[in-house]
């Protein structure tokens, strides 16, 4: 058996940023509600937010999105360019609402700047998955899977501010759902 051999270096920070789009997609989805029972969008809160408060805020600011979109459930493998497309848009749309029910939330005045990063780049991101709608409007399927599993949809803006929030909120000893479960390593 030949010897395993290692990535490049340089493809480091392209695979931590795959890991963390794909945790934030997931994160998205898994608290927005999809599986077999659909969860109501839940209530924020409107007044100031302790840490722990924003904290159980955060964790269910996209509840019941997915179900709202039409994004709860995993697509076919064999869905048209069109039901992709519509699927996708789903996405953009649950991304904004998602990013907007995040900063309509009023943590401790230490985190309103991470929180500002991460509201910028899931909106950021929403923007960034209109060049795959695009493509799939056109029926290229080929190209907008190549822009979603290269890592290449998200731009660099998108990278920079999802980073950099998390780093902000591990600083400051926060545990936030879906950033606490993807595996990315930005220390």
């Known amino acids: 058996m030949p010897p395993l051999r290692r990535a490049s270096p340089r493809l480091a920070p392209l695979r931590r940023t795959l890991v963390l789009l794909a945790a934030l997609l997931a994160g998205a989805a898994l608290v927005a509600g999809c599986g077999s029972q659909a969860l109501p969008i839940a209530r924020l809160p409107t007044g100031q937010l302790d840490q722990k408060q924003y904290e159980d805020a955060f964790g269910k600011s996209a509840y019941g999105l ?21 699927h996708i848009d789903g996405l953009q749309r649950l991304l904004r609402e998602w990013a907007g029910r995040v900063g309509g939330l009023h943590p401790p005045a230490a985190a309103v700047r991470a929180q500002a990063r991460y509201v910028a780049g899931i909106r950021s991101f929403a923007d960034d998955l ?28 998108t990278r920079a501010d999802l980073i950099a929030a998390r780093r902000a909120f591990h600083a400051l000893g926060y545990r936030l759902q879906d950033l606490d479960s993807s595996p990315v390593k930005t220390s």
């Open 66 to 86: 997915a179900p709202k979109y039409g994004v709860g459930k995993p697509l076919d493998p064999e869905a048209s360019a069109a039901d992709q497309a519509r």
């Open 130 to 157: 209109e060049r795959a709608r695009v493509a799939l409007d056109r029926g290229d399927t080929k190209g907008a899977q190549r822009l979603l599993s290269s890592g290449t949809i998200a731009s660099r803006a």
